[in-house]
């Protein structure tokens, strides 16, 4: 009896608390913050000049800066599209459904670049509602490891990923 109660007990615990965990879908915690960071590979010979050509001029952006080898500048009222991921507007988390803004630094360096992007914040018309994107993701400098952050961070994830890659252009020789 007393090796069931032990069981039971030890399987309680285990279902019940929760897990924290350092990285998450390329998201980081950096100083307490959450940053998303990923590096791309590409066959671009100037990196630089088509990054700004195909991807930057798609963005609602402000405050562009380039020097060197290093581009940043603040997306602004950014909208994820959830739904093309999977999502649906009733079950998906919060911080995924309102306009984000959000700093972006390009990194270039040979035939890579890496993109970061830190300062998430929310948009949103609620008064009392979180506007960082690390209220709803992080506790105990962890990332919360639960069903609705992971599945929120993976459209995050995917979203950043369709909006930094760049994209090859098909040569239509007719």
Not at 4 to 26: A, F, M, P
Not at 90 to 106: D, E, H, K, M, R
């Amino acid at each position: 009896m007393k090796k069931i109660t032990l069981l039971l007990i030890l399987l309680t615990s285990t279902i019940y608390s929760q897990k924290y965990i350092d990285t998450l879908y390329n998201f980081r915690l950096n100083e307490n913050k959450i940053i998303w960071q990923k590096v791309f590979e590409t066959k671009e010979k100037d990196l630089q000049n088509t990054f700004r050509k195909k991807v930057i001029t798609n963005i609602k952006l402000e405050n562009l800066q380039e020097i060197d080898n290093i581009i940043s500048f603040s997306v602004i009222e950014d909208i994820i599209d959830f739904k093309k991921y999977g999502g649906k507007w009733g079950s998906t988390a919060i911080f995924v459904q309102y306009p984000n803004n959000y700093l972006v630094v390009i990194d270039f360096k040979h035939q890579k670049y890496r993109v970061t992007i830190k300062a998430i914040s929310l948009k949103s018309e609620i008064q009392y509602m979180a506007t960082d994107l690390k209220d709803y993701v992080i506790k105990k400098n962890k990332i919360k490891n639960s069903k609705t952050n992971n599945k929120g961070l993976n459209y995050y994830n995917k979203h950043f990923i369709a909006k930094f890659t760049l994209k090859n252009s098909t040569n239509s020789d007719w």
